[in-house]
C-alpha cells in the first residue's frame, strides 16, 4: 500500500499530470505508465546508465529517481532528445561512425553524449571518455561511441547548419 | 512499499516540522534512497519528505573562513564550484572520482553525509578539512540548529547521531590554512565508478623544512571513515625525508582496521594503505 | 532503352564503411526489444528460486500466493508432471521435483496481472528444505564418499504422483558426479616428449565470468485457440529451439512460431534452453493467457550460464631447434548442478591445443564434474579462450628457454597456406604468419620485449610490458549438428526492391547489413533497396544459428546463391529480349547494362514491371540453400569440421604498477585474417568490442562463487570494463581471399576476445618477470603475485 502523488511536469516539451504511487521510480513511470519505452532497464541501481534521462538540464539514472520528485521538473528522454536538432546531430554521427550494434545502450549514451557535449563542447578525447563512465556497453567496446561524439563536438562547432553528415 | 504521505515542505521550519511529527524517511538526490528501499536495506517510514525545495538547503559560499556548503548540493555543483575547488581542493579532487556523471548531478552532498558509507568519498576528505555539520529541529515549536564534528556525526558503518526530529542543513568546513596542499587517493582501476577499496586523503603545508598542519584520512579500512591521529603526528613538525615517510606509513597500518569483503581483503588493504600513504604523501610534498 | 545516357559505373559496396541498417532507429531510441513489447492481456511472470544450495525439497505450499489478488496461478513441478527435462544432457527439468541442487534452481513460478504482485506472490510461497552437503568444487566432488548431484534416474525418487505412467526415464542419473568426458589422441605423446629436448609444464586456472548482454533474459509466450504456440524469444538458434520446446510439450514443431525482437546482446548466452523459457510456457498454457517473463539484473547474475571455468594442466615440449613436439592436456571443467554447453567446450579446446601452431603429437582429456555451482554455456569463444591462455604462456616459456624471442619461436611453428593438420583441419586460406608479422611490427614487439626486460631490476614502481599471442579458430561454420546450412529467399518487386528474407538472427553484430551488402553487390543496387527478414520462423528458411562466427560466411553464401539465381534469371529474360549473349549482360547502378561498356540498356523496376505485367507474368523470386563443404567429426574427433579457418595475432601493451598491482593495458595491436573486409565499419567495431570483451575477461571481470553463491550479482560488483579504461586499439586485416568464403570472407565473431588474456599474461611476465597462471589479473590478484602472496593453481582432481 503506498501513497499516491499528484505531480504536474514537463515531459519533452509537453506539459504532464500524472498520478503516481510514492515509491515508484521515474524509469517505472516512463516506461509502464508512460509508454515511453526508449528508456531502458539495464540494472535498477544506477549502474549501467541505459536509463538516462535529462531533469532540468542535467542527465540522472531514471532508476534512482523518484517518480514524485519529476513534479515541477523538465524531463527529457530519448524520445525527446531523438528530435532536437543536437540529437539528431549526435544520432547521425552514432550511425555514420558504427557507433551502434545491438543498441541496446544506445538510447542512454545518446541522451548523455547530447548533455555532455553542451556542457563541455571542445571536449576532447580523455574527456569524451569521462563524460561516458557511467554508460556501459558490451558490444562495441567503446571506441566508435567515443568516436562518434568526437565527430558530434566537431560538428557542432562548425556550426549548426554544416553539423549533420 | 509502506508510504502513507508525500510531503514536499517549502521552507526550513516546515520540514523541521514534519520531523518532529516523527516516522519520516528524508530525500533528497535519491541516489542511495532508492537502491537501498528497493533491496529492503532500508525500510520506508509512513511519512517520504523530499526536501528538493527547502531553499535553506541550497548554496554554497564562504563566510569568514568557513565555507558552507548546503546539503541539496549535488557533487556536481561542487564540482563547478570555483570556490570548492580553490578553497577545499581535496574535497573537490574526490568529487572529480565520484561515481558516474549522471549520480554527481542528482547525488547531494547532504545525503552522502546522512548515508555515512566507510567508503564514502567526500567524506574521507571532509574528515581531512575538520568538516562540522549543521543540523536543525524544533524540539519545543522554535527552530534550533547545532554544530557537530564530522567525526562526532558518523558514529557507526552507515550511522550517524542525527536524531530523528532532525535535518542536515549544510556541512561547514573551515579554510585550510594557507599553503596547505592535499592529495584525494582513491584506489581502483577506473577513475570514479569504484566503490573503494581504500581511499586516502592527505594534506599539510610547508614551514621551511618541516610539515604543519598535517592532516590524513582514510576510507574503507575501518567502521567508519577515519582520521589518523597518530600517522599525523609522526609528521607534524618533521622533514618529510624517506625515514619520515616509512614511519608514517607503518603508524597507518597501527590506525586502521580493515576487513576483507567482496571488494579486497584485508591484508591487501594493509599492503594498499601501506603504499599509497607514502605514494600520497611523496606527492603533497611535492605541491 | 537509354541510347545516349551516360554509361553506366558500378561501384562496389566491398571493403566501405557501410553504416548498420537498423542504426538510426536504435539511435533514436524507437526499437522494440523484448522487454518493450506490449501483448494485450498479458500476465506478468517470476520464478521462486532455491533458498539452498542443495537440498531435498520437503512441501511446498502455495495455497497463500494462490489468495493474493490479481495472481493467476502459482505452479510447481507437481502441476506439470508431464514437463521434459531440457538441456545438453537431458539432466535439467525445468520445475524442481523433489530436490535442489544449485541456487538458482526454479521451484515454483507465478502469473499474475503485475510484476509487483507476481512478486509479492512469491513471498507468500512457503518451501521446506531439508539441506543436503553441498559440494563446491570438482575436487571435493570426485573425493570418496561424495554427495552425489545426480544419483538416480529424474522421477525415480519422486513422489508416485509425480511420474506419469509409461513415461520414458530421460536420464540415468551419474553414480560419481562425472558428467562428461573428452578423450582426443594424435600421433604419440610418449614419443613426442622423448623426442623433446625441452619439456615443461604448468598448472592454469580460468574462472567464472558471464554474459552481462545489457539486455536481460525474458521470453513471451503465447497459445492460440487451437493450441499453436507463440514465442517471442532472443534465441540465437530459433529452427534447433522450436524442435526443442516441441518435445518438451509433446506437440507437433509445426505448430510452434518464434519471433525474434531485437536482441539486446547474445555472445552465446542464447545457444540453449533454460528453464525459465518452459516455465512461461507451462504458465501460458495453464492461464491461457500471454505470459512474459523478465528477469532483474540480479536475477541475470544468478541465473544466467556462465563461461566454463576450467582447471588445465599443460605438459609441452620441443626441440633446441624451436620445432614444437608435442601437448598434452588435462582438464577439469566445473560442471555446475546441470549439464549445458559449457560441457562441450572441449570440442573447440582440442582443436587449439591440436593445431595452433604446428604439432605432431597431442593428448587432450577433459572430465567435466557435477557440482553445486551455477552452470556454464556457450560464451564468445567457446572454450578457447581458456585453451589459448595456456598454449600461448607455454610458447612463451619454451620460447625463453631456448632464447628465441617470441615472434621467431612462432613464426617457426605457425601453419601455411594448404597444411592439414593431424586433426584433419585443412587449412585452404591461412594467413597465420603475416598475423604474427603485422601484429609484431606494427607494435614494435620484439624490441620493446628485450628492452622491458632488461629493466626488471629497475627501482621504479612502475613498468611496461608487451606479449604477443595468436589464436585459431573456426571461420567457415562449423559442421556440429547434421547440417551447417543457411535458406535464403529472395524476390524482388516492381520496383527493383528486394526483400532478403534469411534464417540467419541479427545479433547486433550487423548481419542484416552485410547480407545486404552482398546481395546488392551481386544484384547492382544501393543498400536502401533492400529490406531484410530474418526472425520469423513462419516465414524465414531453416537456419542452425548464430554462433561459431559462422553467419557471415554461411548466411553470406546464401544470400549470394539466391541473389546470382535471380541475376541469372533478369539477364537470360534480357538476354532473350535484346538478342545479346548472357555474359555480355550485367547488373550495374539499379539497371542492366552491357557489361563491357557499362551501356544502360534498361532500368531495372521497368524491367521487372515488365516481366510482371506481360504474356509472361513472371515475378522473380529464388531461394537458395547454402551447406558448407565441411565434414562432421569421426568419433574420434577427427575432419575438417569447418569450411575456413581464422587466425588472429595481438600484441597488449601493459603498464604494472608494482605498489598496487594495477594492470593498465595501454595498447592493442592486432592482425587478423579475415579472408576478406566486407563492411569495413561493422568488422572494425567487431573486432573493437571483442577486444574489450577479451580485457574484461583477463583483468576486470570476476564472478565470485563461494559455496555455490554468487556473492556480486550486480554492476557495482562485477567489473566490466567502462570507456575510460578501453587501450589504444590498432587493428589490421589480413586478406587472404578464402576460396569458399563470400567474396572471400571468413568468421570474425569471436576471434578477437580469444587471446587477449594470453597476450596480457605475456605482457605482465615481459614486465615484471611473474608469469602468472590464473585469472583475472586484478589488482589485488596481480599484486599478491608480484609479492609471493598468491594462491597458486594446483593440480588435485584425482
Known amino acids: 500500500m503506498s501513497a499516491n502523488c499528484d505531480i504536474a511536469f514537463t515531459l519533452n516539451a509537453v506539459k504532464r499530470e500524472l498520478t503516481v504511487p510514492a515509491g515508484m521510480s521515474t524509469l517505472e513511470m516512463l516506461r509502464e505508465r508512460l509508454g515511453l519505452t526508449g528508456t531502458k532497464y539495464g540494472c535498477g541501481e544506477g549502474e549501467c546508465g541505459a536509463c538516462t534521462v535529462i531533469v532540468d538540464g542535467a542527465t540522472v539514472n531514471a532508476c534512482l529517481m523518484f517518480a514524485a520528485d519529476c513534479d515541477g521538473r523538465e524531463l527529457m528522454t530519448i524520445e525527446g532528445v531523438a528530435v532536437s536538432e543536437a540529437g539528431e546531430r549526435l544520432r547521425d554521427a552514432f550511425v555514420a561512425n558504427g557507433a551502434v550494434q545491438c543498441g541496446f545502450c544506445t538510447p542512454g549514451l545518446v541522451v548523455q553524449a547530447t548533455h555532455f557535449i553542451a556542457q563541455h563542447p571542445d571536449a576532447d578525447e580523455a574527456a569524451i571518455r569521462r563524460g561516458i563512465e557511467g ?31 | 512499499m509502506g508510504i502513507e504521505r508525500y510531503r514536499t515542505p517549502r521552507s526550513l521550519e516546515e520540514a523541521a516540522e514534519i520531523l518532529r511529527a516523527g516516522n519520516v524517511t528524508v530525500l533528497a538526490g535519491g541516489t542511495d534512497l532508492m537502491p537501498q528501499t528497493q533491496s529492503g536495506k532500508v525500510r520506508f517510514q509512513p511519512v517520504l519528505m523530499n526536501v528538493r525545495r527547502v531553499p535553506e538547503l541550497q548554496g554554497i559560499a564562504e563566510d569568514g573562513g568557513v565555507v558552507r556548503i548546503g546539503a541539496l548540493a549535488t557533487i556536481t555543483e561542487l564540482l563547478e564550484s570555483k570556490l570548492v575547488r580553490e578553497r577545499l581542493n581535496l574535497l573537490w579532487q574526490a568529487c572529480d572520482h565520484f561515481a558516474s556523471d549522471q549520480i554527481r548531478n542528482a547525488a547531494t552532498i547532504g545525503g552522502n553525509v546522512c548515508n555515512a558509507s566507510p567508503a564514502g568519498d567526500t567524506l574521507v576528505p571532509l574528515l581531512a578539512l575538520d568538516a562540522r555539520v549543521v543540523l536543525a529541529a524544533k524540539p519545543n515549536g522554535a527552530l534550533e540548529t547545532r554544530r557537530v564534528p564530522l567525526g562526532e556525526f558518523i558514529v557507526g558503518p552507515g550511522r550517524t547521531c542525527r536524531a530523528s526530529g532532525e535535518l542536515l542543513v549544510a556541512v561547514e568546513v573551515p579554510r585550510p590554512p594557507a599553503g596547505f596542499a592535499g592529495e584525494f587517493y582513491k584506489h581502483g582501476t577506473r577513475p570514479g565508478l569504484d566503490i573503494a577499496a581504500i581511499s586516502i586523503a592527505a594534506g599539510a603545508r610547508r614551514d621551511g623544512a618541516v610539515l604543519r598542519d598535517v592532516r590524513v584520512a582514510f576510507g574503507a579500512v575501518a567502521p567508519t571513515v577515519i582520521r589518523a591521529p597518530r600517522t599525523e603526528a609522526v609528521l607534524e613538525g618533521r622533514s618529510p625525508d624517506a625515514a619520515a615517510l616509512a614511519a608514517a606509513a607503518r603508524m597507518a597500518l597501527e590506525e586502521v582496521q580493515p576487513i576483507s569483503d567482496v571488494r579486497a581483503t584485508d591484508w591487501y588493504r594493509r599492503e594498499l594503505v601501506h603504499n599509497m600513504l607514502k605514494r600520497v604523501l611523496t606527492h603533497v610534498c611535492q605541491l | 532503352m537509354g541510347a545516349g545516357d551516360k554509361p553506366v559505373a558500378g561501384e562496389t559496396l566491398i571493403g566501405k564503411r557501410i553504416p548498420k541498417m537498423d542504426a538510426p532507429d536504435k539511435a533514436s531510441g ?41 495472481v493467476h496461478a502459482v505452479i510447481t513441478a507437481a502441476d506439470v508432471p508431464w514437463q521434459r527435462p531440457i538441456g545438453v544432457a ?48 570438482a575436487e571435493q566432488a570426485l573425493a570418496p564418499g561424495a554427495p552425489l548431484i545426480h544419483p538416480e534416474p529424474h522421477g525415480a525418487d519422486a513422489s508416485p504422483h509425480l511420474k506419469s505412467p509409461g513415461a520414458p526415464v530421460a536420464f540415468a542419473g551419474k553414480p560419481d558426479n562425472v558428467a562428461m568426458v573428452f578423450d582426443y589422441a594424435q600421433g604419440d605423446v610418449v614419443q613426442g616428449e622423448a623426442e623433446s629436448d625441452l619439456v615443461i609444464e604448468d598448472v592454469f586456472r580460468l574462472h567464472y565470468v558471464t554474459h552481462c548482454c545489457m539486455g536481460v533474459s525474458g521470453v513471451i509466450a503465447e497459445f492460440d485457440p487451437s493450441g499453436n504456440l507463440l514465442l517471442y524469444s532472443n534465441t540465437q538458434v530459433p529452427f534447433l529451439h522450436k524442435r526443442e520446446f516441441a518435445e518438451l510439450l509433446g506437440i507437433d514443431p509445426g505448430r510452434i512460431r518464434i519471433i ?5 546482446g547474445g555472445f552465446g548466452s542464447k545457444l540453449d534452453i533454460y528453464p525459465f523459457e518452459p516455465i512461461a510456457i507451462f504458465l501460458a498454457k495453464i492461464t491461457r493467457r500471454p505470459v512474459k517473463l523478465v528477469f532483474t539484473r540480479e536475477e541475470e547474475f544468478v541465473a544466467s ?35 549445458s554447453w559449457g560441457a562441450t567446450t572441449p570440442f573447440v579446446m582440442m582443436q587449439t591445443v591440436s593445431s595452433l601452431y604446428r604439432v605432431p603429437h597431442c593428448k587432450y582429456h577433459t572430465r567435466a564434474i557435477y557440482t553445486n555451482n551455477p552452470y556454464a554455456g556457450s560464451f564468445r569463444g567457446y572454450g578457447n579462450l581458456q585453451a589459448t591462455f595456456a598454449v600461448e604462456a607455454h610458447m612463451d616459456r619454451l620460447a625463453e628457454a631456448l632464447g628465441m624471442d617470441g615472434l621467431a619461436f612462432r613464426l617457426k611453428n605457425a601453419q601455411a597456406p594448404g597444411e592439414i593438420t593431424p586433426q584433419g583441419m585443412h587449412f585452404r586460406s591461412c594467413g597465420f604468419k603475416e598475423c604474427l608479422a603485422t601484429a609484431a611490427e606494427r607494435s614494435d614487439f620484439v624490441r620493446k620485449q628485450a628492452e ?17 599471442a595468436s589464436m585459431l579458430h573456426v571461420g567457415g561454420g562449423a559442421k556440429i549438428y547434421p547440417s551447417d546450412g543457411c535458406g535464403t529467399i529472395l524476390k524482388l518487386d516492381d520496383f527493383a526492391h528486394v526483400t532478403l528474407i534469411t534464417g540467419a538472427s541479427e545479433i547486433g553484430q550487423g548481419s542484416e547489413t552485410v547480407l545486404s551488402q552482398l546481395v546488392c553487390e551481386e544484384l547492382g543496387l544501393p543498400l536502401s533497396a533492400v529490406t531484410v527478414i530474418n526472425n520469423d520462423t513462419d516465414i524465414t528458411p531453416w537456419d542452425v544459428g548464430v554462433h561459431a562466427s559462422r553467419t557471415t560466411f554461411i548466411a553470406g553464401n546464401s544470400a549470394i546463391g539466391a541473389a546470382r539465381k535471380a541475376k541469372t534469371k533478369l539477364l537470360a529474360a534480357a538476354a532473350t529480349k535484346t538478342g545479346l549473349a548472357e555474359d555480355a549482360l550485367d547488373l550495374r547502378a539499379g539497371c542492366i547494362v552491357r557489361k563491357a561498356s557499362g551501356e544502360r540498356l534498361f532500368e531495372l523496376g521497368k524491367f521487372l514491371r ?56 595501454l595498447k592493442v595491436t592486432g592482425a587478423h585474417d579475415v579472408g576478406r573486409v566486407l563492411n569495413r565499419l561493422g568488422i572494425e567495431g567487431q573486432i573493437e568490442g571483442g577486444i574489450v570483451m577479451g580485457q574484461g575477461y583477463a583483468m576486470t571481470e570476476d564472478l565470485m562463487v563461494e559455496g555455490g553463491v554468487v556473492r556480486n550479482p550486480n554492476f557495482r560488483d562485477y567489473k566490466l570494463v567502462t570507456a575510460p ?74
Not at chain 3, 308 to 332: H, N
Not at chain 3, 454 to 467: L, M, T, Y
Not at chain 3, 773 to 788: C, I, K, M, Q, S
Open chain 1, 135 to 165: 554508460n556501459l556497453c558490451r558490444c562495441t567496446g567503446y571506441r566508435k561511441i567515443i568516436d562518434a561524439i568526437a565527430a558530434a563536438v566537431h560538428a557542432s562547432s562548425q556550426g549548426g547548419e554544416h553539423g549533420r553528415g
Open chain 3, 305 to 339: 550460464p556462465t563461461r566454463q571455468p576450467v582447471l588445465l594442466k599443460l605438459r609441452s615440449g620441443c626441440r633446441k631447434d624451436g620445432t614444437l613436439t608435442f601437448r598434452t592436456v588435462e582438464t577439469v571443467h566445473d560442471n555446475g548442478a546441470y549439464t
Open chain 3, 30 to 70: 524507437k526499437t522494440r526489444y523484448l522487454h518493450d513489447l506490449e501483448v494485450p492481456g498479458t500476465l506478468h511472470a517470476k520464478i521462486l528460486r532455491s533458498s539452498e544450495v542443495h537440498a531435498r525439497i520437503v512441501s511446498i505450499d502455495t495455497s497463500a500466493a494462490k489468495r493474493l489478488p490479481g
Open chain 3, 725 to 798: 579504461e578501453i587501450p589504444e586499439m590498432d587493428v589490421s586485416f589480413i586478406e587472404t581471399m578464402d576460396g569458399e568464403g563470400p567474396q572471400g570472407a571468413k568468421g570474425v565473431g569471436e576471434a578477437p576476445a580469444i587471446c587477449i588474456a594470453a597476450a596480457v599474461a605475456n605482457a605482465i611476465y615481459n614486465a615484471t618477470g611473474t608469469r602468472i597462471t590464473a585469472l583475472p589479473f586484478t589488482p589485488e590478484n596481480v599484486y599478491r603475485a608480484l609479492h609471493g602472496a598468491a594462491e597458486l593453481p594446483v593440480w588435485s582432481a584425482a
Open chain 3, 452 to 468: 622491458n626486460r632488461a629493466r626488471w631490476k629497475d627501482p621504479a614502481a612502475v613498468k611496461r610490458g608487451v606479449g604477443i
Open chain 3, 260 to 264: 525474434q525482437p531485437p536482441i539486446g
Open chain 3, 90 to 137: 537431458k539432466d535439467h527439468l525445468p520445475l524442481k521435483t523433489d530436490r535442489v541442487r544449485s541456487l538458482r534452481d526454479e521451484v515454483a513460478a507465478v502469473a499474475a496481472d503485475s510484476e509487483a504482485i507476481a512478486e509479492a506472490a512469491l513471498k507468500l510461497i512457503r518451501v521446506d528444505y531439508a539441506p543436503l552437503p553441498v559440494v563446491t568444487s
Open chain 3, 610 to 665: 515488365g516481366l510482371h505485367f506481360s504474356d509472361r507474368a513472371e515475378l522473380v523470386m529464388t531461394s537458395f540453400y547454402y551447406e558448407p563443404p565441411s565434414k562432421h567429426q569421426d568419433k574420434l574427433f577427427k575432419g575438417d569440421v569447418s569450411a575456413a579457418y581464422a587466425w588472429a595475432t595481438q600484441v597488449c601493451e601493459v603498464e604494472v604498477d608494482t605498489q598496487t598491482g594495477i594492470v593498465r593495458l
